[in-house]
């Protein structure tokens, strides 16, 4: 069963309240930095999943006057948005954390802040298997961003429950907030990550090298189909870029100068079908010109052939 992306965010803010009820609860009755900063974390949790909401319903908005293009590009605010948050909050646990490290105080009531951390870090880690799998399918970035984020939330609960352990082991209690200090860390990693790719794609990124691979291997199959005609063919000066679910391929396709209008816009047309069923979400524009006629950017020496 496949859900909507909307349907998946709905589920990951539920999820984050209850996060947030389970992990603060547990922080509260064993006095953990550890866990309290673990709990900290969930708010970011709960304020990405609503943002990541925010930006896919815009996504969906269809394209009109204004966004020609559509609005896809609108999950790339909500990964920065949500990489903003993870480094925000990853300062305020250094905070209280030295805090906490320059007077440790003892732990309380470990067994049951331990079981509460555990349970909310399974639905953590479920809700995040199923966000990575729907992000492959829906080519969602607002999944993506949102199903690494709690991966990130169950690693650092269990380094957390680890730390504690160790606590009561050694009776070591600064090692409480070093271990948040650490936390923290990996957590501001995980933020400026989420910030970078997000960047990238607002500034209209190349397809990954296996998307092109597949438009390549289209285009040489198209050719190869087609003995008669594939040899007066030529295709070069391919750009690309990625906006959140779509992405866009515009090239150049050479014919034989005495061709009819009509024959080579039959020609493109099936190549722009064939290229778009072999890769879902894309858009291409081909530009027809004669063999012996080259684009500007190949008489300023700027050929492109694929």
């Known amino acids: 069963m496949t859900f909507t992306p909307k349907a998946l965010l709905r589920v990951s803010v539920a999820v984050a309240l209850l996060t947030i009820l389970l992990k603060g609860y547990a922080g509260y009755i064993t006095n953990s930095m ?3 900063s673990d709990a900290m974390e969930s708010f970011v949790n709960l304020a990405s999943a609503m943002f990541a909401l925010a ?3 815009i996504a969906e908005r269809p394209a009109d006057d204004d966004h020609p293009y559509g609005h896809h590009k609108a999950e790339y605010f909500s990964s920065g948005f949500e990489g903003i948050l993870i480094v925000g909050a990853a300062i305020a646990i250094l905070w209280v954390s ?3 490290l320059l007077s440790p105080q003892p732990l309380e009531q470990v067994g049951w802040g331990l079981a509460l951390s555990v349970v909310s870090s399974g639905f953590n880690a479920a809700l995040a298997v199923v966000l990575f799998r729907a992000a492959r399918v829906h080519r969602s970035i607002a999944l993506e961003a949102d199903g690494r984020h709690l991966m990130t939330d169950v690693w650092t609960s269990a380094a957390v429950v680890v730390g504690i352990v160790g606590v009561q082991l050694s009776g070591w209690l600064w090692l409480d907030p070093l271990l948040a200090i650490g936390v923290a860390l990996n957590i ?3 933020g400026v990550k989420l910030v970078w790719r997000s960047s990238q794609g607002l500034m209209d990124e190349a397809l990954d090298p296996e998307t092109l691979a597949t438009v390549r291997a289209t285009i040489d199959t198209f050719v190869a189909r087609r003995p008669d005609v594939g040899p007066r063919l030529r295709f070069d ?4 870029r990625s906006a959140g679910q779509r ?3 515009d ?9 009819t209008l009509q024959r080579a816009a039959d020609l493109r047309d099936q190549l722009e079908l064939a290229l778009m069923d072999a890769v879902p979400g894309l858009r291409v524009t081909i530009q027809l010109l004669p063999l012996t006629m080259e684009a500007r950017a190949t008489q300023a020496g700027e050929h492109n052939p694929l």
């Open 34 to 36: 550890g866990l309290i």
């Open 55 to 57: 930006m896919v319903t």
């Open 98 to 100: 030295v805090q906490r």
């Open 188 to 190: 501001v990693r995980e």
């Open 237 to 240: 000066d391919m750009v690309t």
């Open 247 to 249: 992405r866009f391929a």
């Open 251 to 259: 090239l150049h396709m050479h014919v034989p100068g005495d061709w």
